[in-house]
């Protein structure tokens, strides 16, 4: 597995005190839709995904797979005996002959980077996105759809491929940016109120469900986002993080995970820039009062978001957002971010 599968999913928020959260307008990027439909919030939320299925993300799609396929991020080398979900690539033969697994795996999906236009008739229309393909020639284990509206092609094999690909709908990522682009000023009172409040630096804060815990990170925080109770895990100046091994293979029902990490100014992992890490795609850009708000995704991290608030001097604060199964609660909670009045 690679050390960017295993590292945490940084955000990079640099505050500007006279910013206020409330967006006044956005931008998102290509084969995203704008705004969402209760039919679209219904398929991503799995309306029609088998019973036990759980949601797996690539950067711009989702679809449902059984509870236990392993989940495999582009250079991860995993062997499995469940299915697979890879993103990024098709699993490579090298790897599973490497790691003595049959090849190709009995059952998978695979998200693939895909053109925004087609020429042609559709094959068929799931959720609203027309689907081309299948395409079987270049890789004859697969076949291989084209989403254009979603930029994607999904690769599928198997004896669940047809029910997986009637699952596909908008990903987390696409979910929680059109919320924070469109909540209102009432509906984001409204949530503040009934919140829990997390101060990411003496400046600014952001609130989370008033479920969630807020607690002081630990060096365990290098295998986040991980399964458990969602927590906010706030990191202060002088805490040692170093990386470390992964502790297992990463499974389906562990791939999208609610939760929050805050970097105050001066904390860091050890041996990590405060900067963005490369390869992140600018999805959103919101200019509430006097300051920018960037929202940026990494095609190695499609179940976080990168979030950049600019303007204020060198003070860095680094936060990360996990998406979740419902990325209506990230988008809530980056609308969130304002100044605080009680430093």
Same mark, same amino acid.
């Given at each position: 597995m690679t050390a960017a599968a295993l590292m945490v999913g940084l955000v990079i928020v640099l505050v500007?005190?006279?910013? *206020?959260? $409330?967006?006044?307008?956005?931008?998102?990027?290509?084969?995203?839709p704008r705004s969402l439909t209760p039919a679209a919030i219904a398929a991503h939320l799995g309306r029609d995904a088998p019973e036990g299925w759980v949601p797996v993300d690539g950067p711009t799609? $989702?679809?449902?797979?059984?509870?236990?396929?392993?989940? +495999?991020?582009e250079g991860d080398c995993l062997g499995t005996g469940t299915g697979i979900v890879s993103v990024g690539q098709l699993?490579? &033969?090298?790897?599973?002959?490497f790691l003595s697994v049959?090849?190709?795996?009995?059952d998978g999906v695979a998200f693939l980077a895909g053109p925004t236009r087609m020429k042609g008739t559709p094959a068929k229309n799931v959720h609203g996105f027309a689907v081309y393909g299948p395409d079987t020639k270049t890789d004859p284990d697969w076949a291989i759809y084209t989403v254009p509206a979603l930029a994607t092609r999904l690769a599928v094999r198997g004896?669940?491929?047809? $029910?997986?690909?009637?699952?596909?709908?908008?990903?987390? *990522?696409?979910? +929680?940016?059109?919320?924070?682009?469109?909540?209102? /000023?009432?509906?984001?009172?409204?949530?503040?109120?009934?919140? &829990?409040? +997390?101060?990411?630096?003496?400046?600014?804060?952001?609130?989370?469900?008033?479920?969630?815990?807020?607690?002081?990170? *630990?060096?365990?925080?290098?295998?986040?986002?991980?399964?458990?109770?969602?927590?906010v895990f706030i990191v202060r100046p002088g805490l040692s993080l170093p990386s470390c091994?992964?502790?297992?293979?990463? &499974?389906?029902?562990?791939?999208?995970?609610?939760?929050?990490?805050?970097?105050? /100014?001066?904390?860091?992992?050890?041996?990590?820039?405060?900067? +963005?890490?490369?390869?992140e795609a600018r999805l959103l850009t919101l200019r509430p009062s006097t300051s920018i708000v960037s929202v940026y995704?990494?095609?190695? &991290?499609?179940?976080?978001?990168?979030?950049k608030v600019a303007g204020v001097a060198a003070a860095t604060t680094i936060v990360s957002v996990g998406l979740g199964r419902d990325g209506r609660v990230a988008g809530r909670i980056i609308a969130s971010i304002a100044p605080n009045p009680d430093p």
């Open positions: 500007t005190p006279a910013a *206020s959260a $409330r967006a006044t307008s956005a931008t998102t990027g290509s084969g995203r799609a $989702r679809v449902y797979v059984p509870v236990g396929w392993t989940v +495999a991020m699993p490579t &033969r090298d790897c599973f002959e049959p090849y190709p795996p009995t004896a669940d491929a047809d $029910r997986i690909l009637a699952t596909l709908a908008l990903p987390a *990522s696409t979910v +929680a940016i059109d919320t924070a682009r469109s909540i209102r /000023p009432a509906a984001l009172d409204a949530y503040e109120k009934s919140g &829990r409040v +997390a101060t990411m630096s003496v400046a600014y804060k952001m609130f989370v469900p008033s479920t969630w815990t807020i607690t002081e990170a *630990s060096n365990a925080l290098c295998l986040w986002p991980q399964p458990g109770p969602p927590t091994p992964g502790t297992g293979i990463p &499974r389906s029902q562990n791939a999208l995970v609610d939760g929050a990490v805050q970097y105050w /100014p001066g904390a860091g992992p050890t041996g990590s820039a405060t900067t +963005a890490v490369n390869g995704q990494s095609a190695l &991290r499609p179940a976080v978001l990168d979030v």
